[in-house]
């Protein structure tokens, strides 16, 4: 996984909760506390999934809140400065969540080893996305969050169903 995952994470922990406790977080999960990640770093997935999964027990947190908080904070905050332009011209949810297989085909286009999610569309009703996540890391509660997090950056209310461990159903109100 790369780098900007844990950086983000990193970043609304100290924000929401402090420097300390990202500290005690690195501490938890067996790295130093002074850690610092880079966007485009290799980090293992074992290594990232232990960070969240520390991050989780260190604030008291259940993964369901975890994966909503990274969402909301990736969605809102982190992706808008890092990716601006891929925000361009999209006015609600529907057409960001249809876009993303191509954005992530295009951000990480160069760079080396990345191997980001890769999504598959239905569309049984104008108002209803089923999308199909695939990857080798199964992370989609994480996956769930960032879809609520969009539903919030443009202020729609998603119904989100879990349907199997690689696909979401998003109706749209």
Same mark, same amino acid.
């Given at each position: 996984?790369?780098?900007?995952?844990?950086?983000?994470?990193?970043?609304?922990?100290?924000?929401?909760?402090? #420097?300390?406790?990202?500290?005690?977080?690195?501490?938890?999960?067996?790295?130093?506390? =002074? +850690? %610092?990640?880079? !966007? *485009?770093?290799?980090?293992?997935?074992?290594?990232?999934?232990?960070?969240?999964?520390?991050?989780?027990?260190?604030?008291?947190?259940?993964?369901?809140?975890?994966?909503?908080?990274?969402?909301?904070?990736?969605?809102?905050?982190?992706?808008?400065?890092?990716?601006?332009?891929?925000?361009?011209?999209?006015?609600?949810? #529907?057409?960001?969540?249809?876009?993303?297989?191509?954005?992530?085909?295009?951000?990480? =286009? +160069? %760079?080396?080893? !990345? *191997?980001?999610?890769?999504?598959?569309?239905?569309?049984?009703?104008?108002?209803?996305?089923?999308?199909?996540?695939?990857?080798?890391?199964?992370?989609?509660?994480?996956?769930?969050?960032?879809?609520?997090?969009?539903?919030?950056?443009?202020?729609?209310?998603?119904?989100?169903?879990?349907?199997?461990?690689?696909?979401? #159903?998003?109706?749209?109100?």
């Amino acid at each position: 996984m790369k780098g900007v995952i844990p950086i983000c994470l990193s970043k609304l922990v100290i924000e929401k909760f402090g #420097k300390d406790k990202w500290k005690e977080i690195m501490k938890a999960s067996g790295l130093r506390e =002074d +850690t %610092i990640f880079l !966007a *485009h770093q290799d980090v293992d997935d074992s290594a990232v999934m232990t960070v969240l999964e520390k991050t989780c027990y260190v604030l008291g947190i259940t993964l369901d809140q975890a994966s909503d908080a990274f969402g909301e904070y990736w969605v809102s905050t982190f992706a808008k400065k890092v990716y601006k332009d891929y925000y361009k011209n999209i006015t609600n949810a #529907k057409e960001f969540l249809l876009n993303m297989d191509h954005v992530h085909k295009e951000a990480t =286009d +160069t %760079i080396e080893n !990345a *191997h980001p999610p890769q999504f598959e569309y239905e569309e049984p009703a104008d108002n209803v996305l089923i999308m199909k996540y695939i990857s080798q890391r199964g992370l989609i509660d994480i996956f769930t969050g960032l879809i609520k997090g969009v539903g919030k950056h443009f202020h729609e209310e998603l119904v989100i169903e879990k349907q199997e461990d690689n696909k979401v #159903k998003v109706t749209f109100s």
